[in-house]
């Protein structure tokens, strides 16, 4: 039986990952464990932004088992709404820094009133200023039926605007399916 070609080949140091790479899937796809192991094969300490808030005892158990799980190469800071600002301060040439993600943080925005729209330009904007390399996760929302209320066509549609851009901007985009990742950019 012919070997198979391992779907996530070795990446040297962090000089070699993509300077943004985005990471998109439906939920529960792989998107994250793909991602982590994009990094982690980079070997170097790197930093993990989270943008989940853990808001009941569900969702802060997850958070703690996903902590445990990287381990101690990662540096984990929550940040739910303040995306632009602290990737502009944490960002550094030979760090990478994974941001999980971009669904939830527009999410948080939409939840706390936020102007979406120029939020998601903004970050679109400093995305090409970072120092170090970057990757970015967010769910493709679009692929199911149309919501049927108003507030969810909102966010599917904020979500395949900000994928869109970001994308554009990315010089590697990878899309999961059942764990396989399928490369639809890249630019490098």
Known sequence: M????????????AASLPR????????????????ESVIERAACPALYIATAEPRDGEMQERIRRHRVCRGPRWTTLEEPLDLV???????????PI???????????????????EQEAAA??????????PTVLI????????????????AFRDHAGRLNQSVAA?????????????????DQR
């Open 169 to 185: 901007r990315a010089s590697r985009v990878v899309f999961i399916a059942a764990g396989l990742p399928l490369v639809l950019k």
């Open 123 to 132: 970050l679109v904007e400093a995305l090409g200023a970072l120092a170090g």
């Open 20 to 35: 943004l790479l985005l990471v998109l899937g439906g939920a529960r796809s792989g998107k994250s464990r793909y991602a």
């Open 98 to 116: 994974l941001v999980d993600c971009l669904t939830l943080w527009l999410a948080n925005l939409l939840e706390a009133g936020r102007a979406v």
């Open 138 to 153: 967010a769910n493709e929302v679009g692929l199911g039926i149309v919501p049927e209320n108003a507030l969810a066509r």
């Open 85 to 95: 600002a602290r990737l502009a301060c944490e960002s550094r040439a030979g760090r």
């Open 2 to 13: 012919p070997e198979r070609a391992d779907p996530n080949p070795p990446i040297a140091p």
